[in-house]
């Protein structure tokens, strides 16, 4: 089904300060939310019958708006953002034009963790033509 605003939340928690922020960035807008605890995304090179990789990438596809979500581990985004932005191994126009906001979420971030995760998602939405609209304060 075709959805205008996509929050992807690259959190453990389903509905912890990451999913809250999105919540109140859409400030009442209908919005789809993909978490990506609930798919299984292998890392590249593990081959699998199972992979939940597609399912993800095509809610991107279906969606115009989308907003990522990471909280910070260790000073970067969650592996299962990075494993998700790694399995995009060719560039193709299938996300082309479609904008994209950025959420870091962390108990105490600095500015350069924040900087760092940011160019990360930056380089990422630049090869796939995307219009990369920066991080939500
Ligand atoms: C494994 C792990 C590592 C973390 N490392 C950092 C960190 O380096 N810097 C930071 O500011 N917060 C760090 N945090 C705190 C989380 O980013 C913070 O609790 C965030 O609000 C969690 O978002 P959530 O409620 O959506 O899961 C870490 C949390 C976990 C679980």
Known sequence: MSHVNLFIN???NRDGNTARLAKEYFDGQPYKQVNLVDYDIKQLGQNSESDDFEK???EIESAKNIVIGTPVYWSDM????????????????RYEGKNVKIIVQGSGPTEGEIAAISHVLEHWTERFSMEYKGVIK
């Open 10 to 12: 690259a959190s453990k």
């Open 78 to 93: 969650t592996g299962l953002l990075k494993t998700f932005i790694d399995r995009h191994e060719t560039v193709d126009t």
């Open 56 to 58: 993800v990438r095509s």
